[in-house]
């Protein structure tokens, strides 16, 4: 399936100069999204993922179906004060500033698999948080799904040397 043809690009958005990869186009369509599910499913399944780690708010959309289908638990990575309980927390660097995700500190018990995922990885900032976090908790961070892999930004060398897995890169 060409899912380029699904994915909506929308000039100077969010500032002039920036060309943002939209996915919401993929969402709204029945056979692209369960074929984004059923890639991601096929390419983990032997894996023994026993938890699938989606980042906010996009990797939610594409992680819990996952996980689902592969017979895992869904933890959601959040932006600050979303958890109500004890968090590992991992601050990281924007373009434009600082940011922060946490997880619940009893989200994950050591030495379990994780796949973290999330629809698109830039710069690898949120996605190198995201695998801090799975550090903390002790647990065994087995890779990363992304939908969309935007190469010339080079996001994937701030990642842990683990397999990475895009649909669609650009």
């Known amino acids: 399936m060409d899912l380029k043809s699904l994915i ?6 969010p500032k002039p ?11 709204q369509n029945q056979a692209g999204l369960r074929y984004v599910i059923d890639q991601l499913v096929e390419k983990h399944a032997n894996d023994g993922i026993h938890y699938v780690a ?3 708010s996009r990797g939610f959309i594409f992680g819990a179906p996952l996980a689902y289908r ?3 638990g869904f933890i959601p990575l959040r932006k600050p004060g979303k958890l109500c309980a004890p968090v590992y927390a991992v601050e990281y660097e924007l373009e434009y500033g600082r940011d922060r995700l946490e997880m619940h500190q009893d989200a994950i018990e050591p030495g379990r698999r994780v796949l973290i ?7 690898g900032g949120t996605a190198a948080a995201a695998a801090g976090l799975i550090q903390q908790a002790q647990a065994e961070l087995h890779g990363f799904a992304f939908i969309v892999e935007l190469t010339d930004l080079g996001g994937r060398q701030k990642l842990p040397d683990v397999p990475i897995t895009t649909l669609v890169t650009y």
Request: net charge negative; glycine share 10%; hydrophobic share 50%.
């Open 8 to 13: 909506r690009d929308v000039p100077d958005f």
């Open 17 to 27: 100069g920036i060309l943002f990869r939209d996915l919401t186009t993929l969402l």
């Open 54 to 56: 989606g980042i906010e």
């Open 70 to 72: 592969l017979g895992a």
């Open 117 to 123: 995922v999330d629809d698109l990885i830039a710069t």
